[in-house]
């Protein structure tokens, strides 16, 4: 399913601590093979099939538990007088799976859910509900949130968060997707190729290009891809292109560590851990004992494009500023690197990929990791479920193990 994804605040700032623990790995540093993160389907349309607007009264929606509702000037005004509030559509038709888009906002903060029931599955129960994270603030926010329903959808159910307080919901949206039938699956990359497999949902096979060559999609299966490189910098942001006949493009950004070239850039050093940097923010090598651990790679990027950051300041604490208004700074105290990030747009990074072979991992909140076991792999969870990139921002989480 395409992630839930909310609307996100003019102006980002994200703050964090690497503790780097790595001692243990025993083999040379390298990224041979290294499997790239997935991602889900491109949706390539999007249709309303019902909307209320609230204009005039609650449409059809009514107050269940924990809340009031009032209709007033164009607003759906929820009022929460207990901890488990939430309120009920009217009748739907609507074919799943679908999405509900809510505009709202709230004088508190908390995870709100979306419950459904159909035709098929009549009973309302925790398998049928989708969570999402509710902004705290006055300021409207918009949220998607994906119902994978199996079956036609005959009512959806609003927990808007158990907080005290009124919410305002200035519209909510049924909209019906369709995705894209080509799905890259599988991505692995070293400094002289990246490997990938695309899977074709369609019973059909499909013509596309890719890098000015042409290939066919196999019916209903697997379709694995090679591409060669050349040589280059350390760090590499490289974009693929698939575009197949009469569809729309899928675009993936693909980071790429050469180990063994030179970093021209400064340097941060204390007598446990040792940063080489780019100069241009693109990435940076950590390492212990003289030999790199680890590489934090990208350290920032804006929809797959690396910041081009100018240093500003290499002194105890290094500090770039790119472009969109974006900055960085990452400063080393004992095993610890500190990084933060502001900038006016959505942003993602640091990504820190430890190198050699893999004892054991824990990604807190998200997933615990054996012996060379995959992120998001298919090994437990077959569906779209399985693809973990972040905590839940509303739960605090430790990196803890037994």
Same mark, same amino acid.
């Given at each position: ?26 083999? $040379? ?8 993160? $997935? ?15 609230? *204009? ?27 901890? !488990? ?117 369609? $019973? ?73 940097? *780019? ?36 002194? !105890? ?86």
């Amino acid at each position: 399913m395409p992630p839930t994804k909310p609307h996100r605040p003019p102006s980002t700032i994200v703050y964090g601590i690497l503790a780097v623990c790595l001692t243990a790995l025993a083999t $040379p540093a390298n990224l041979s093979s290294a499997q790239d993160y $997935p991602i889900p389907r491109t949706v390539m349309d999007v249709e309303t099939i019902q909307s209320w607007q609230f *204009a005039s009264d609650a449409e059809g929606f009514r107050a269940v538990h924990d809340c009031q509702l009032e209709g007033r000037d164009g607003l759906l005004v929820v009022t929460v007088t207990g901890s !488990d509030p939430y309120l009920l559509s009217p009748p739907l038709q609507v074919a799943g799976p679908c999405r509900v888009r809510i505009r709202m906002r709230g004088l508190r903060a908390g995870p709100g859910q979306i419950f459904w029931i159909t035709d098929r599955q009549p009973q309302w129960s925790e398998g049928q509900s989708t969570r999402f994270p509710v902004e705290l603030g006055d300021r409207w926010c918009e949220y998607d949130v994906d119902l994978p329903a199996d079956g036609e959808v005959r009512c959806i159910r609003l927990d808007p968060g158990g907080a005290p307080g009124t919410v305002e919901i200035d519209r909510i949206e049924i909209l019906r997707y369709r995705l894209h039938p080509l799905e890259i699956q599988d991505i692995e990359s070293d400094a002289r190729r990246i490997g990938l497999t695309l899977y074709n949902h369609d $019973p059909r096979p499909i013509e596309f290009s890719l890098e000015g060559r042409r290939y066919t999609a196999k019916p209903a299966g697997l379709t694995p891809i090679e591409l060669t490189l050349s040589g280059g910098a350390a760090f590499e942001a490289k974009t693929i292109f698939i575009q197949p006949d009469a569809l729309p493009e899928i675009r993936r950004t693909i980071f790429l560590y050469r180990s063994g070239q030179s970093i021209a850039g400064p340097v941060l050093r204390n007598d446990k851990l040792t940063v080489r940097a *780019a100069g241009d923010a693109a990435g940076a090598e950590l390492e212990i004992d003289g030999r790199v651990v680890a590489i934090l790679a990208p350290l920032v990027h804006i929809d797959g494009a690396l910041p081009a950051g100018r240093l500003v300041e290499a002194d !105890d604490i290094l500090r770039w500023e790119g472009s969109e208004d974006l900055s960085c700074t990452l400063g080393l105290e004992d095993e610890q690197v500190h990084i933060r990030i502001e900038s006016k747009k959505e942003c993602e990074g640091p990504v820190l990929r430890a190198l050699g072979h893999l004892a054991q991992g824990v990604f807190a909140g998200l997933e615990y990791l054996g012996p060379n076991e995959a992120s998001s792999s298919r090994l437990d969870i077959e569906t779209a479920e399985r693809l973990r990139f972040v905590p839940d921002i509303l739960k605090v989480t430790l990196p803890l193990m037994a």
